[in-house]
Every structure is written in C-alpha cells, then in structure tokens.
C-alpha cells in the first residue's frame, strides 16, 4: 500500500461521490486501457482515501459544439458529483476564439444548473508537440479562455497545457528526440498520460510524496511500442538506446529480437 500524507480531507473528491469525464478522443482513450488517464486519477484518488466512481463521457472528433448537443444525455441525466470538462483539440479548424469561449460557457452553466460541480481542464498540446506552430498558438488562446472562465464562475481549473509542455521541454532538455508525450501527435500515450493525471490529482489535493510514489508505480504500467509491449520505465530506456545506436525505436526494437533469437 502506498502511504498516504494528507488523506482524504484534502483532496476536492470525496468518498463516494462520482465524476463524469466529458471530452473528445483524448478522453475516450483515456478510459480505454487501464493505464488511461481517467482510470490512473481514480487510483490516484483511492490511494489518497477516495474511492470515487468514473463516468465515462468522452467522443472521439468531439468538440464543444458537439458535447452541448449531447451534455443532457451523457452527463446529466447520470447525475454525477462532479463533471471534468477538457475540449479544443478538435475546436481549432470549427469555431473562432470567441465562439470557443461561449460554448464552454454554456456547458459549464448548463451542468452548474443541474447541480453538477465543474471542473475545467484546458486544452492538452498537440500538432505532433509542435509548441509554436499556429494550431498550438490558437490552442493556447483556447487556454485563456479556459481561465477566464474558471475566474468568472470560481470553477477549479486543471492546467494541462502547462503540464504538458513543461515535460516536453524538459526532456527536450535532457536529450529526447521525436514524440515524447503523444502516440500520434494528438492522443497520449503512456508518459502523456501519467502527465496529465498527477496534474489533475495534483490540483484536486493529492500530495506531492503520494504523486511521487504513484509515478513510480505507473512506470510499470504498459507502453506500446511496435513489436513488444513495454512499461513506460523501458520505453524511455529503449528510446535513449535508440536514439544513442542512430536508430528509430522499431529499428532497435528489430535488432534486440534478432541477436536474441537463434
């Protein structure tokens, strides 16, 4: 068992309540695999006393336009405790910076309305970890208005932007090339996830000794890479040796089966 610093009363979540994740494919993945960022916060929680209960409400091409149209169905006739909203991924080529604002404002009053508590996650980076190409610089308008709105209706607000692209320059940083935080460019894989939910448990209460303990458990929680399935702990091993031989990982990946199979 992990131990637990500052315990259930300092986290937002309380026991028994329940939270609906609403987003796009982002959100949708993030409860397909057990290492999915919604399953690692309800483990989060429940290492910190919570045991909260998911409610799946992710699309994958959604957009705030298309979450207003389906918020009645997928969330509030659930009833949830709480309600997670992240959105702008899919935003970015459909509504202007202003539109994009009005419709987060209108889900978030909506789902206040029906005595569900919001919380606001911004936009997570994208366009393959590109931070200053044109798409990432709307997306980061789409963050102010996030905040703006956070500010105005005194919501919690969950800064995974700036989460995420503190990693990435980190590890820019220490020496890591190519994709680091995102399988495709726009969803996460398994380091982009853990990213994303320590921040979410970080800014719902959960301590820093508690986050530090669960990353290293998440560490050795699947990663996909081409051929085997790794844990997060060796993919970042096995790109450094990659990167090192002159490879791509699939190339090194190609050469360790090789020289071990006779």
């Known amino acids: 068992m992990l131990a637990t610093c500052l315990g259930a009363d300092a986290v937002v979540i309380k026991d028994g309540e329940s939270i609906a ?16 960022y919604i399953h690692l916060v309800i483990e989060g929680l429940k290492t910190a006393g919570v045991n ?12 705030t336009g298309t979450m207003l149209g389906r918020l009645d169905k997928d969330v509030i006739a659930k009833k949830p ?5 992240n959105s702008g991924v899919n935003d970015t080529s459909v509504f202007t910076v202003e ?51 956070a500010k105005k ?8 932007n700036t989460a995420m692209t503190r990693e990435l320059i980190k590890r820019r940083q220490d020496g890591v090339n190519g994709p680091i935080l995102l399988s495709d460019g726009v969803h996460l894989n398994g380091l982009g996830n853990q990213i994303v939910a320590a921040e979410i448990l970080r800014t719902l209460g959960v301590s820093e000794p508690d986050l530090a303990a669960l990353r290293k458990r998440w560490d050795n929680y699947p990663f996909a890479v081409a051929k085997p399935i790794v844990s997060v702990g060796d993919y970042i091993k096995l790109k450094a040796l990659a990167e090192k031989n002159g490879m791509t990982i699939d190339e090194q990946v190609s050469e360790i089966l090789t020289a071990n199979v006779k």
């Open 153 to 160: 209706r005194n919501l919690i607000l969950v800064n995974l």
């Open 52 to 63: 909260a209960t998911p409610i799946p409400a992710g699309v994958g091409g959604d957009n």
């Open 99 to 149: 539109e994009f604002g009005a419709n987060l404002a209108k889900i978030v009053d909506q789902a206040t309305a029906a005595g569900i508590k919001v919380i606001l996650m911004n936009t997570t980076i994208s366009a393959a970890e590109k931070l200053d190409c044109s798409d990432s610089l709307k997306r980061l308008q789409f963050c102010e208005e996030f905040k703006e709105l």
């Open 21 to 36: 994740f609403l987003g796009d494919s982002i959100t949708y993945l993030g409860n397909d695999k057990p290492n999915g």
């Open 81 to 85: 405790t709480w309600m997670t909203l």
